[in-house]
């Protein structure tokens, strides 16, 4: 039977958490879906934070759990700000202590992650699985805004692509009787 989940959550400084989930199986076929979405404006000025999350997984069982064959993919995004520290003097003050220091300094990240695998059950002998995956990752931000460059001349960025395999084998064994 499906499962299906719903979620949602609000709080304090318009903080919203909404989640939904679905899993289901047709024909050997397996469904696994998840999205998040979640926005807040944070404590202190420029400490909101903006994401979306969507995540799938598909998998295939072969003779029975002989064989599973699975493919992975899921896409992640998010704004947020960067307040800067707090003094001491403006930590014992209630209204202060919720500034920014630096009200300009941001960043944003989008990842996306790809995957496929295969675990082959070998009975007596064990198990064996493989597993390849690719990610592609952005994140661009600013730290120490200055109004005398461009955003553009002030931004760094965090560039990432990687690709992954992953071969296991396992064998239980029983070392005392």
């Known amino acids: 039977?499906?499962?299906?989940?719903?979620?949602?959550?609000?709080?304090?400084?318009?903080?919203?958490?909404?989640?939904?989930?679905?899993?289901d199986?047709?024909?050997?076929?397996?469904?696994?879906?998840?999205?998040?979405?979640?926005?807040?404006?944070?404590?202190?000025?420029?400490?909101?934070l903006r994401k979306k999350d969507l995540a799938a997984k598909l998998d295939y069982r072969?003779?029975?759990?002989?064989?599973?064959?699975w493919?992975?993919?899921?896409?992640?995004?998010?704004?947020?700000?960067?307040p800067g520290p707090v003094s001491l003097e403006d930590l014992k003050d209630r209204q202060a202590r919720r500034q920014s220091s630096t009200a300009h300094?941001?960043?944003?990240?989008?990842d996306q992650r790809l995957g496929a695998g295969m675990r082959l059950d070998l009975g007596a002998w064990g198990s064996l699985t493989a597993q390849r995956g690719y990610?592609?990752?952005?994140?661009?931000?600013?730290t120490g805004f200055t109004p005398l460059l461009t955003k553009s001349e002030q931004t760094s960025e965090i560039d990432e692509q990687t690709k992954t395999l992953n071969l296991d084998y396992v064998k239980d064994v029983r070392l005392f009787r």
């Open 25 to 48: 199986r047709i024909k050997g076929v397996g469904l696994d879906l998840n999205a998040i979405y979640y926005d807040s404006d944070g404590y202190r000025e420029n400490s909101q």
């Open 1 to 23: 039977a499906p499962r299906r989940r719903i979620y949602d959550s609000y709080g304090s400084f318009a903080s919203k958490d909404l989640r939904a989930a679905l899993q």
């Open 62 to 69: 072969l003779g029975g759990d002989v064989a599973t064959l």
């Open 105 to 110: 300094d941001e960043g944003e990240t989008t």
């Open 135 to 142: 990610r592609f990752r952005e994140n661009p931000f600013i």
């Open 71 to 82: 493919l992975t993919g899921s896409h992640h995004e998010d704004r947020y700000g960067l």
